[in-house]
C-alpha cells in the first residue's frame, strides 16, 4: 500500500514538472492561467497524498481547504484577465466615474 | 521517499526563481510567483507546519496575485529594460550575503532536533498542562485561542479595522458616484 502512496507521489512530481514547462514556456496568457490552476490542483493532490504517505490522512481537510482557494484564486485572475477589475460589468454599467 | 519530495520541490524552487528573474512579461512572472506560493506552501506542508503552509497559500498565491494583477492592470506589463547594465558589485554583495547566511544556519539546531532551545522554552509547560488549563484537545489552537487569546483578539481587531478602512477608501468613492448618477437619473435612492 505504501508503495502505491510512493508511486502516486513519483508521478505527481512529473506532472508537476510538466506543468512548470508549460507555465514557463506557454505563450498566452490562458495558457499560464491554466497551468498555475492545474498547478494547484497538482499542490492539493501532493498534499492529499502526502498525508496517507505519512501516515496522517487529517491532511485530506487541509488539500480540500486547499480547493476550494485554488478556485476562487482562478476565478478572480480570470476577471482580472477579462474586465481588469475584480468586480467585472454589471448591468447598465458603463463608466463609473 | 520523504527527502526525495523535498530534493524536487526545492528545485521546482530554484527553477521558478531564475526563470522569474530572467522573464520580462510581467503578467507571466506574476503567474510564476503563484506557483512559487503554491511550492512553498507544499514544502512547509511536507515540513510539518501547515499553519505557516495556510497562510502562504491564501496571501502569497491567493491576494498577492491580485493585488500584482491589479497594478499590471493599471500600469503596463512589460519591464522597463532602462537599467540593465551588469554590475559585478551587487553579485559579490549577494554571493558574500548568502554565503554568510548559510554559515548562519551550520549554528542551528538540526530539523526537528527535541533537544533544541525552542522545544524547551514554554513548551513543556503547555504540552503537560494544555488539557487541563484550557480543555481543548488541539494544542496549537488551545495556544493561540486560549494562553494567547487577547493578542489574537486583538490582531483580529486590527485586521478587521484595516480591512473596514480599504474597503471604504476603495470602494467609498465608487459606490457614492452610483448613486448621484442614479439620482440623475430620476431613481431617487436614500443616501444613508
Known sequence: ?97 | MIDLIHIFLFTFLAIIAIVVIRMRDLFAAVMLMGIFSLLSASLFTVMDAVDVAFTEASVGAGISTILMLATLSLTTSKESTLYQRPRPLALVVVVLTGAALVYATFDMPRYGDAAAPINHHVADYYIARTMDDTGVPNMVTAILASYRGYDTFGETTVIFTACVGVMLLLGGARTFYRWRRREDAGDPEPRP
Do not use: H, Q, W
Not at chain 1, 512529473?14 to 490562458?30: D, H, N
Open chain 1, 1 to 97: 500500500m505504501m508503495g502505491a502512496f510512493a508511486a502516486a507521489t513519483a508521478a505527481l512530481l512529473v506532472c508537476m514538472a510538466m506543468t512548470l514547462v508549460r507555465s514557463i514556456l506557454g505563450p498566452t496568457v490562458f495558457d499560464r492561467v491554466l497551468a498555475v490552476n492545474s498547478f494547484g490542483t497538482k499542490t492539493v493532490l501532493l498534499i492529499a497524498v502526502y498525508g496517507f504517505l505519512s501516515g496522517r490522512p487529517e491532511f485530506l481537510d487541509l488539500a480540500l481547504v486547499y480547493a476550494l482557494m485554488n478556485f476562487i484564486g482562478t476565478i478572480a485572475v480570470m476577471k482580472f484577465t477579462r474586465f481588469n477589475d475584480l468586480a467585472g460589468m454589471e448591468e447598465n454599467d458603463e463608466e463609473v466615474y
